[in-house]
């Protein structure tokens, strides 16, 4: 592991169960994720891609195995530890957006900030400038039903960049826009990549998406297949 | 702070449902408020009470008589300090609609003993010098517009005088004042010799005999050396405190304290039951939201305070409105003076609100308790398969 690697798998294993049955999603999976990197992940359904953002975004834990996160394992944190974790260092990104119904875009950006000691003076400060990343500061008062399927979108990528976390993962972040739209979704991750060094891991069903990315990576049947965009 | 935030725009998903929910804990609260204060006025009217005095009372019931001599033999029982004595007189103003709380006393010791009742002492020394004297409360001054040094007519539907009638001439000789604002000033005292002398027949005998023990912590010694003496007699009699006196004088009107705690209860109980149910549902809903909390880093603690904020400040929040209303029912009521005769002007006291807000986050966390369970075992990856 070098000192630039965010994420490191080791030998990770996982397995559910259903009823009587056994379901082994990989046995043995290796992988690493230097900093600043923008991967996308691609594969079948059923291949493992959203288990395996969970396991990075510390939501699930791993049958057997290591994840190491800036050189430290966070598979046997606790869930109030892996909470704060979370909090810390990770910016989510859904395919529906997922946000509060009854707070404004301001609001659902200032989220993840009531987890931190800031004083609301400098939350209201962060906002601000998140909303301006996305180019949506004009709209900070409307609420989501306000807002239009790519704004929304852009809000819940302000909402995952707001905390300044060293790592987004985005679940099929285009999966419910738009062509157009989508193209703006992802040029605005690649924006966040390439000028704020953001890394980013991407799940996407979709080729063309998948371009935007720096690294393509294919899951089938356990195993990583890696192709250069 | 941030989390006051988060609970308030939980409450604010269903703007609707949350009101129908504060509507229904105000109702719960606005008549536990009015029950409350009714049932304080109540015991307010039965007269005051104080820990060092006992009330000796026939032990068939304190509506039979006691001989008077009683009144002196206790005087001399070991701890007893001062003792005085009284007759329900049954008395009416003019009409017998117009009822008063009338009783007849033997008035310098009775005085004495009832410090509660403020009045200038040149009005009690007149009101004692006086047979056909009486003394009034304010609120019955008031109500029926009598001075000092009036005249009227006192009608008793008990006593009939010698001559046949049962009209009592007296004379207001002193109108008295409450020391606070729990002392009813709702009843009318006139001298037990003008009564007793008058009277056509139960000569001789008092309705109870109020007794001052040298200290409260003799009490319960006092009451069996009184009621000793008089074992085996022809009026045996039971002494108990004052307090306990005026509770049982109370329960003749029905067990208040008891219907209250029906009343409440089962209002409690239903809307325990239908907040309980309208928050489950109201987690169930927002399932998907919890689990985007609990993926942004909240932990599952604080999303159950969050869940027991949002039912603790619905039931905070209705249940003040609800005693604020029955507060000023309650003072509308009392200033109405025929009801604060009798119910020594009702209010809600310190010890009600008190107890109302302790009601209010009971219900606040009972109904939270179950929906926070909810919210925080929620499953963020099963919550976002069924998104």
Known sequence: MSDSDLIVLRNIAKTYRRG?????????LNLTIPSGDFVAMMGPSGSGKTTLLNLLGG?????????????????????????????????????FYNLMPTMSAARNVELPLLLTSLSPSERKKRVKTALEVVGLDNRAGHKPKELSGGQQQRVAIARAIVADPK??????????????????????????????????VMVTHDPAAAKYARRELHLDKGTFEERLT | MSDLRLILAGLGRKPLRTGL????????????????????????????????????????NFTQPLPLAYASRIQNVEGVAD???????????????????????????????????????????????????????????????WKLGQQIPLSSNIWRRRDGTFVWPVVIRAIYDGKDANTSTGSVFLHYEYLDEGRSFGNDTVGIVQ?????????DAVAARVDAQFANSRAETETLSEQAFNAAFIDQQGNIGLIILGVTGAAFVTILLIVGNAMAGAIRERTGEIAVMKTLGFTSNRIGRIVVGETLLLALFGGLLGLGLANLLTNVLSGIPALNQFFGGMRITPQIALSAVGFMAALGFITGAIPAFNAMRVNVIAAFRRI
């Open chain 2, 83 to 145: 003792v005085s004595y009284s007759n329900w007189f049954g008395g009416y103003y003019r009409e017998q609609r117009n009822f008063l709380l009338t009783f007849a006393i033997e008035p310098e010791s009775y005085t004495r003993i009832y410090s509660e009742y403020v009045m200038p002492e040149e009005q009690r020394q007149a009101f004692i010098a006086n047979r056909d004297s009486v003394m009034v409360g304010r609120t019955v001054a008031e109500q029926y517009g």
């Open chain 1, 59 to 95: 939501l699930d834990r791993p049958t057997s195995g290591t994840i190491l996160f800036d050189g430290a394992p966070i598979e046997k944190l606790s869930e109030s530890q892996l909470s704060a974790w979370r909090a810390a260092n990770i910016g989510f990104i859904f395919q």
């Open chain 2, 21 to 60: 929910l504060v509507f229904a804990i105000f109702i719960a609260f606005l008549i536990y408020g009015v029950l409350a204060a009714f049932q304080s006025s109540l015991e307010n009217a039965a007269g005051p009470s104080s820990s060092n005095r006992l009330v000796v009372a026939n032990r068939i």
């Open chain 1, 20 to 28: 009587e049955e056994s379901i082994s999603i990989f046995s043995d």
């Open chain 2, 211 to 219: 007794i001052v023990t040298s200290d409260a912590s003799q009490n």
């Open chain 1, 167 to 200: 790592l987004i993962l985005a679940d099929e972040p285009t999966g419910d826009l738009d062509r157009t739209t989508a193209a703006e979704i992802l040029e605005m991750l690649q924006l966040l990549n390439r000028e704020l060094g953001k890394t980013i």
